[in-house]
RNA sequence: GGGCAGUUAGCUCAGUUGGUAGAGCGCUUGGAUCACACCCAAGAGGUCACAGGUUCGAGUCCUGUACUGCCCACCA
């Protein structure tokens, strides 16, 4: 083997290995079912240090779960991701000097999934670089044929529950991607602009003037109101006046609304029904016309008059010097407010009067809302249910359609009298058809020219079905009933209200159940100055690039031993790094213990145990218990630390320190102990380790398998855990997840041992600040104070004299003895060091001293403590008994140091 | 404006039902010893944001304050 790790090659065969097996797939059985779905990434590119993040834990658990002996599924695929992709490949086609209007929607398509297949095909490359164990047979891609008739009848069968509503209301709209967007789908962003307060003359009195404030004046080319608050006295008896709006000298009249703040700006306030989600219920409140001034593309219309063609900023400031020329602005300020930009191109977004589809939302939050309240759905950290609850009660309609071509095509059809316009406010002739097939023609007139909505649906009007879907609904297939619900979900807090809620919804309005029972909330992948990783800032890296660098495992461990519980990690090289050295550490551990000897894989049970196995045996249970809580829990880096500090520092740097003298001897016991703590490590490590532990589980193996061959060792008996049998599998991602024996741990033991390693790193300490070497031999005296220690210390003396290499240990001597030759005093343990003729006995009785008064100073804290009769009356008998045993303690330190003071 | 987190060692973070603060990295010192320098040994370093309260005892529970981050929101 060679000294340090090389993961090189050694991933990509055993990856093969695994597939070649067959390990990954799942389907109904006998056995406990365990199932994921993959938060399928979108084909808009490859994957990211965000993909990451989102499926080692899924990969962890799955792994861990199959060990457990459970049939375990983890469901790979991608999603369409509708606007993200499409813009993709216009930014594709653009570069290409064409665009997708003028290819036309077919050939766009044929783009776009030619596209799909390239980069979807690259994220799956990279999952099974990562070592995700998927199992592929069952890969899914949104816009499967299946899936798409998922989606289509869940459209219909909302539809016909009277929960899918087409109509004319003001949406958010992107002039970049020509597309409304959902609330969701905008980013509100704290931008500081103008607030321009503007003059509107009165009718009949030119002189007289009423001032509105706004942040949009371009807008104001399509205001017919303005309105004041009901109560506002400074407005009293100028309602239902006449007001000329400038420009465009067009007569509107003052209204009153109680929706209007008395205290912001002028108190009143211009009214554009077309441009604005409150003017909008204003103006049907009170009759107002409703003026488009806008093109989708975001530039004005002819409804601008002399504006028309031009860009909306741009008018906005020719509207402002205009105003401002004809004495019309009153006065303009800075102001900070957030303004809408669209998630997928950041354009800001225009609010914008449409004809769309929408989602009644309130009905199907209801169960969703009881559902987390009744726990039936857990999030994990538990927190973020508030969150969820906080959005899903105050949730509103859900725009579902989509002014694009990639996508799931509305499976609505219009009578041609309707279809090809869709004018404000006009009702169709002829009601539209839903249907989950395509219409031959209209129920109600009979015409045979139909024509499908052209718009598709929102990406996430897809990706709400997933987790049943996936598994064949609507049909009822064997794989639905035993697969779903799932047991968890992976996701990222900044996908909560995308996709989690909405699949709790889908999943109890479609399957009456849960979609999933746990959901683990991790966070966002930052880089090391705590920045969002992101293309333009350069810091995002690829992922393959550093699995080349550190290998998978190194990437995998790095990550999830250095995430916080729920919160976001700041990556950088030394996470890798970490990774790495763990890896490399546990490559040569095993490097020990394969060129020493081959493992025996004899039964332990007979064989002597001496005090530093029973030792390892009961940390290494204690490890197994408390490690597969962790990760039934989903606190990952809890598990990693507690498994690093297993295998590092008890194994590696104490048990293995101690034994290696017994491993070079072919000792028994050792030869049968190693086996079995390495079989249970590699098990342990599996999950985040996958690939380096099955390098390592394989080479366990072999000599094994050598004495298989040659007969002279017992066949494989498949499935347990007894021994001779600790390698049992031929894989360790089939073999079972260890087991903690409970008899096997000794709290005992395990504390004899951590006043052992006190004493030990003692001596240590001593050398290295006295710079004696290693090699020379000391005596260890200890103090009689420390007579609690005493019994402790007595059977291990043989350990302790190896480990500090101490040619004697006397125990119970006066502190006073070595006066002429102590040096070194451990206060915590009273360890004397006697060497020769280092002594400085002024040095001495101030160390003393100090000591002494701190000790005293401890007494008295002690002694008050005990005399207060709160505390004797009120506190538990254990803490008494403690702070009894201190008193006794402290008091016999401090007479011995007296004493010893004297004698100085 | 509302909601949710957070504030503990130089940095990133743990800290289980209240019982005298831990890890990794970094730093300092020493070390080519026959698993590993991607290593070994040892060490230094903390008024647990602040102020009150409950308690025999508070990093931990309660109240308030300050600061930081995130999310939501139709004051134009």
Redesign the pocket.
Known sequence: ME???NPKNVEDRIYKFWEEHGYFSASASAKKPFSIVIPPPNVTGILHMGHVMDETPQDILVRFKRMQGLETCWVPGTDHAGIATQNAVEKQLKKEKTSRHALGRAKFLERVWEWKKQYGDTIIQQLKKLGCSCDWSRLRFTMDEAYSAAVKDVFVRLYEKGLIYRGNYIVNWCPRCLTALS??EV??V?TVGGLYWIRYHFKDDKDKYVV?????PETMLGDTAVAVNPSDERYKGLIDQTLILPIMKREIKIIADE???????S????VTPAH???DFMMGQKHNLEFINILSPDGKMNQNAGEYKGLDRLECRKRIIERLANEGLLEKQEKYS??VGHCYRCNTMIEPYLSLQWFVKMKPLAEPAIKAVRTGDVRFFPE?WS??YL??ME?IRDWCVSRQLWWGHQIPVWYCEATAESRPIGTKDACPPIVSRETPTKCPKCGNTNLIQDEDVLDTWFSSWLWPFAVFGWPKQTEDLKYFYPTNVLNSG??II?FWVSRMIMAGLEFTGKPPFKDVYIHGIARDSQ?RKLSKSLGNSPDPLALIDKYSADAIRFGIMA?I??G????LSD?TY??G??F???LW??S??IL??EKPKNERTEELKKCFEDKWILSRLNTTISDYTKALETYEF??AA?LIY?FF??DL??WY??II?PRLYSNDKTVASIIPHIFSSTLRMLHPFIPFITEELWQKFLEPVEAKRHTGSYPERSEGTEQYPTYFSSESVMIAPWPKSDSAQIDEQIEKAMETNIGI???V??IR??MNIE?KQALDLIISAEATKMLDDIKPHQELIKHQANLSKIEMGVKLAKPKHSATEIVSALNLFIPLEGIIDPEAEKKRLQDRLAKIQE?LTL?NN?LS?E??KS???EA?IQK?LL?QEELTKQSVNLEEALREL
């Open positions: 000294t340090a790790y609330d969701e980013e509100n704290d509105v404030a706004t942040t949009r929706i209007v703040e008395k205290d912001f700006g108190g009143a306030v211009k604005d989600p409150n407010h957030a927190h508030k969150t906080n959005w105050n807090k900044d209200f705590g250095n916080p519980l919160g976001d990690i700041n030394e790094e970490s790495r050295n890896c490399n550490k040569n551990a490097r020990l060129g020493a880096s809890e630390h500090h590092w520092s590696c740097d293995l320190e290696k030990i790193r003692s240590r300490n290295n600040k290693r401890q002690v403590k207060d709160k505390f009120r506190a538990p803490i702070e201190r």
